[in-house]
């Protein structure tokens, strides 16, 4: 899943673009940078805890804001961090389910770097491309 991180765009923010060949893979890689912005070392998610969310919205690029704060919401809310997903994509409903795989957060085991606060509006968007999705996201931390 590629995605890679932008510099220059903003200060006290971290921006990144992801792509992706179906929604499900741009979705997944957002979520595993938006991760990535908190947990350096990725690897030490180990996917003990299962969590299956639902969300609609009135389009794609609202889908993925939602999908990017609920991930954000249960690192707050429940202290979970995630690094599997399993998603299925209704683009005519605007709507997906999600499985994700994770585990609580833990400072022994994880390394981590910023507390990511929200996912912004600023210069967000969801496209279709040529080779399938492309999106770009920035992170209040």
Do not use: C
């Not at 003990?48 to 919205?57: E, L």
């Not at 997903?85 to 997906?96: F, T």
Request: proline share 1%.
């Amino acid at each position: 899943m590629p995605y890679k991180f932008i510099e220059d765009i903003a200060v006290a923010d971290v921006a990144f673009e992801v792509t992706g060949k179906t929604l499900e893979e741009l979705f997944e890689s957002a979520a595993l940078a938006t991760t990535n912005v908190m947990i350096r070392n990725l690897e030490s998610i180990k996917p003990k805890v299962k969590k299956t969310v639902k969300i609609q919205a009135s389009d794609v690029e609202n889908l993925l804001h939602k999908f990017l704060s609920e991930i954000v919401f249960l690192k707050d809310a429940k202290r979970l961090v995630f690094i599997s997903y399993k998603l299925k994509i209704d683009e005519k409903k605007n709507s997906l389910e999600a499985v994700l795989y994770g585990d609580k957060l833990d400072r022994n085991k994880q390394i981590h770097i910023v507390d990511v606060k929200a996912v912004t509006w600023h210069l967000f968007k969801v496209e279709k491309t040529q080779k399938g999705w492309r999106a770009q996201v920035i992170l209040d931390i």
